[in-house]
């Protein structure tokens, strides 16, 4: 039973360049969010999915970074013209849907991009 | 929106217990999450209370009073793989979207 697979693990991105983050969730999870989490700090929120729809994106920077989650395939998360303040881990994480009761979210691993 | 504040860091020795506090002040709550978080981890789920009172688990509680906006989590007879980051994550009435404090790194001394 799989948990929520991140790729790639750590990636290394130059100024400017573009950096692409996946995340496939638990079977059976119709959820996902995204996190970022910088260096001794908390987790902060960046947007939360559904199948094909963006259902709160409040925590999004409005520029350069985009989020989707096809009908078919992995989350995706975004960020073009990276600069250096980007670099941090994000992290992912599913859940079933829960109807208003208690589910946890389930975390992958995480990606750690580095900006040179 | 949610604040949640927890404190930064906290040192115990092996064996003992220790008492990581949580407050929070929310728009809504449908719910106070604790995970643990090892360095270079992904977090991990410890307990959930959305009721008030303690929820036992093992060597770990937690408790929680929404009158109060307080919750804690409670580790007993502490372990040296106990050291690691606490979060607390609230969830607010809306949906299912958890928002998280800053962590408390736990130290544990022999």
């Known amino acids: 039973n799989a948990g929520v697979m991140q790729n790639p693990r750590h990636l290394v991105r130059r100024r400017g360049q573009e950096a692409r983050l996946r995340c496939s969730p638990m079977?059976?999870?119709?959820?996902v969010y995204w996190y970022r989490q910088l260096p001794e700090e908390g987790l902060k929120f960046m947007v939360y999915?559904?199948?094909?729809?963006?259902?709160?994106e409040s925590g999004m920077p409005k520029e350069r970074f985009s989020a989707e989650f096809p009908k078919e395939g992995p989350s995706i998360l975004r960020i073009q013209q990276v600069v250096r303040g980007d670099s941090a881990a994000y992290f992912c994480a599913s859940s079933p849907p829960t109807s208003g009761r208690g589910g946890e979210l389930f975390f992958g691993e995480g990606s750690r991009l580095t900006v040179l | 929106g949610q604040n949640i504040d927890q404190p930064t860091e906290m040192t115990a020795t092996e064996g003992a217990i220790v008492q990581i506090n949580c407050t929070y002040q929310t728009s809504g709550f449908n719910g106070l999450f604790w995970y643990q978080q090892h360095a270079g981890e992904a977090p991990t789920f410890l307990s959930y209370n959305v009721l008030d009172g303690l929820e036992e688990k093992g060597r770990f509680s937690s408790f929680l009073s929404r009158s109060k906006g307080y919750s804690y989590l409670l580790l007993k007879e502490l372990q040296m793989k106990d050291s690691a980051s606490y979060l607390c994550a609230v969830r607010d009435r809306a949906g299912n979207m958890l928002t998280f404090g800053g962590g408390t790194r736990l130290m544990v001394k022999p």
């Open positions: 999915l559904q199948k094909e729809n963006i259902i709160d």
């Open positions: 079977k059976g999870h119709s959820h």
